[in-house]
């Protein structure tokens, strides 16, 4: 089992930016490449960013290409998503999500683990 939570959602002006965290506990954290995702209300959960096992690959999905950069430190058990420019079209719960995969995945169905989600609103 792998517990995630997350942290550091909460609400900015557009243009403005958040930093989520995401600590991990359980098994091996560097056995796992890791994900955000993010649902709005009334639609499906979707793919914002993986990162590989080493933090050595990333993947993004096109609206935030540019302005998020997702990272990781093995050490501490924590990936990150460090979101800039924010619009109010990222407003969401954003959750992080852990899969034993051996390369990037943009489903929810390849994700093993979740965490309970953050809320991040982005008003104008």
């Known amino acids: 089992q792998v517990q995630l939570v997350e942290s550091g959602g909460g609400l900015v002006q557009a243009g403005g930016s958040l930093r989520l965290s995401c600590a991990a506990s359980?098994?091996?954290?560097?056995?796992?490449?890791m994900g955000w995702f993010r649902q709005a209300p009334g639609k499906e959960r979707e793919f914002v960013s993986a990162?590989?096992?080493?933090?050595?690959?990333?993947y993004y999905t096109d609206s935030v290409k540019g302005r998020f950069t997702i990272s990781r430190r093995n050490a501490k058990n924590m990936v990150y998503l460090q979101m800039n420019s924010l619009k109010p079209e990222d407003t969401a719960v954003y959750y992080c999500?852990?899969?034993?995969?051996?390369?990037?995945?943009?489903?929810?169905?390849?994700?093993?683990?979740w965490g309970q989600g953050t809320q991040v609103t982005v008003s104008l």
């Open positions: 999500a852990a899969t034993r995969r051996t390369f990037l995945v943009r489903s929810p169905l390849e994700y093993d683990y």
């Open positions: 359980g098994r091996t954290f560097s056995n796992y490449a």
């Open positions: 990162i590989m096992r080493s933090g050595d690959g990333t």
